[in-house]
């Protein structure tokens, strides 16, 4: 029973990945997100013998059937790292599901998978072009909102915690006039103290800046960047919500108990 609820939650994670490529495309082209998926190349329409998750870059050696093309690697790495985290966090919480039949753990795991795509989405877009789109960021805050209300969490308690991931942002934003960071960061603050809640998110932007030091040392240090140079940020903070959502409450007890 549990394998094969893993592998169902792995083919969902495998499709959605293969949606969020789709997405970011379209978002990029400022296309609408209908229809079926095209090569970006020579916009013939894909069949979907050819539209299988990883699979299908594997089966056509990564070159498009029609136009021979090289198919991006980031393909298939997006669709099996949205896979691999569905199931990660599936693990996490299947107890619940199954020993109790419990509701409101199925709808924390479905607001997780959608955390996870939105996460995806951001992190994917701000790599690639160096931006954070409001129009990902403000549905998500009002959908999150709302799906934590179902699994029982405090309105007041998630508006604090966005307030402070957004202010934390809003600071460096006033004290650098706009120069270090973009307004794309402070919605994305506040999406993460929404996602996060007290006291997780102060540790999601702790390891968002100490990853974001030493990969950016890392680089510079490599001549790949200049010390000015933009740096994707969002990247950053995504990756470390997600860590902070796995993880969070061990790493702060870990940290409490380092200072007493
Ligand atoms: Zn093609």
Redo the contacts with the bound molecule.
Sequence with gaps: MLIFSILLVLILGLSIGSFINCFVWRLHAQKRVDGRSM?P??K?QIDWYDNVPVLSYVWLKAR?R??K?SISWQYPVVELATGALFVLFFLLRHDHIFLNYNAVAFVALFRDFFIIAVLVVIFIYDLKYYLILDKVTLPAIVLIFGLNLLTGASWSGMLISAIIGGSFFLIQFIVSSGRWIGGGDIRLGFLMGMILGWPNILAALFISYILGSIIGVALISMKKKKMDSEVPFGVFLTFSTVITMLWGSELINWYVGLLY
């Design positions: 090569c190349k020579c013939v498009c029609h136009c093309k």
